[in-house]
């Protein structure tokens, strides 16, 4: 089902953030932190505190990516439908996972009620990944990470399973540019027509006093960048590069 | 095909996001706007600036809203396909609106290149709306508004349009409580039952020292958020609320 390797999608969920009422920190953060280890976040979804939205997505970031990192909907009330939606996903039950009834029973000497007992449940055969870090593990259903929206707990679990997302790192250079964008069109085409694996991107700006365009090369091959960045820069208009970092 | 009025979903597009080299501003400001002028954002995809992917974005944000907004991808480079992936939802052609043809031409008094003319492409059928704000239109597609990734611009496009989103607005209540979300689920559940039409929120904390959890009841009927805070106030244990704002 994967497609590529060293690729991820995410699945924020939460009612909070499409009404507006928080600001996701934790999308930009696991895109930051697996660009930087090597994975290709290939797309982001923001869906509602609803069971088949949730599965809907979590189907869709599976057939587009290698791994799938979810983000919120998990806790005891009634609007914490995560593992709901991503067993329903992956076509199986929700279960009681062993270790967590431990942590859960350890936690609460006085007996687990529904609410309590809640934060056990698991898509059936997932895996836990404890650290010493964390106090409670995380859950990892088939490639599908199960993270909380609590930004701090989220930073934590995904420390615990870092090392699972390196890969090849990225080559980045960026071009500044001080003709606009309708005036190097052609010199990226020629570039990606001669350079095809780099990723090309182009991003104008209307408020800098020295740069029209900042132009970014990226690729897992340092080579093929170095090889297409010295293209572009000949192939550029005389004296429009500012400067090449 | 919207399913319901009042509602958008919003399309992000860029690699430079889901690369991580510049974090979405755009979604949140117009989840804020919109929510603010009582319409309700009901899913936010982040996608690449591949044409089939906005296409498939698209389609499927307009299966589920009213209107769909879109972010980025606009302009004269090879990366800026967001139109042709809008015209390909739509099942239209990609043409030359001519309004913008004209403002093109009057900017441009050298001549319309490639580049330059790919600043005048919309979907077939497209309507351009104009403001004394705006230098250049905003594009229009059937329910599709095609917004430019610069967030200035962005901005200055939404206010163009902005009464167009005016629905009912949201009432929203926030009750802060000491009770962790295991002991008050409960109750959560109880309230839900009673008052079915409101959106019941729960939000724990962690570092807070006075309260555990952030409920929210939320609702375009101002009498029934009024009634399901009652009632939840009343279910909460004793002492559990610290403040109902």
Redesign the interface.
């Given at each position: 089902m994967p497609r590529r390797s060293s690729t991820a999608a995410i699945v924020v969920i939460g009612?909070?953030?499409?009404?507006?009422?928080?600001?996701?920190d934790n999308?930009?953060f696991l895109?930051?932190e697996?660009?930087?280890l090597g994975t290709?976040?290939?797309?982001?979804?923001?869906?509602?505190d609803e069971v088949e939205?949730i599965a809907d997505a979590v189907r869709r970031c599976r057939e587009a990516a290698a791994h799938v990192l979810t983000s919120g909907g998990i806790?005891?009330?009634?609007?914490d439908v995560t593992v709901a939606g991503v067993a329903r996903a992956l076509d199986r039950k929700v279960v009681h996972h062993p270790v967590l009834l431990d942590c859960l029973k350890s936690f609460w000497t006085d007996g687990l009620?529904?609410?309590?007992l809640?934060?056990a449940e698991v898509p059936d055969g997932a895996e836990v990944v404890m650290s010493a870090a964390l106090r409670f593990p995380l859950i990892v259903a088939e490639n599908v990470y199960i993270f909380p929206g609590?930004p701090?707990?989220l930073r934590a679990k995904f420390d615990a399973v870092r090392d699972r997302f390196r890969a090849a790192p990225?080559h980045?250079r960026t071009i500044f540019v001080r003709e606009s964008?309708?005036?190097?069109?052609?010199c990226?085409?020629r570039t990606?027509e001669a350079h095809p694996t780099v990723?090309?991107?182009?991003?104008?700006?209307?408020?800098h006093p020295e740069w029209k365009v900042k132009l970014?090369v990226?690729s897992r091959d340092a080579a093929a960048v170095e090889s297409a960045v010295r293209f572009l820069v000949g192939a550029l208009p005389a004296g429009s590069v500012v400067r090449v970092e």
């Open positions: 009612n909070e953030i499409l009404s507006g009422k928080t600001q996701d999308g930009p895109i930051r697996l660009r930087a290709e976040v290939c797309r982001l979804e923001v869906v509602p939205l806790g005891p009330t009634h609007d009620t529904p609410a309590r809640r934060l609590v701090e707990l990225f980045l964008e309708t005036n190097i069109a052609q990226l085409d990606l990723a090309l991107g182009s991003y104008p700006r209307f408020d970014t990226e």
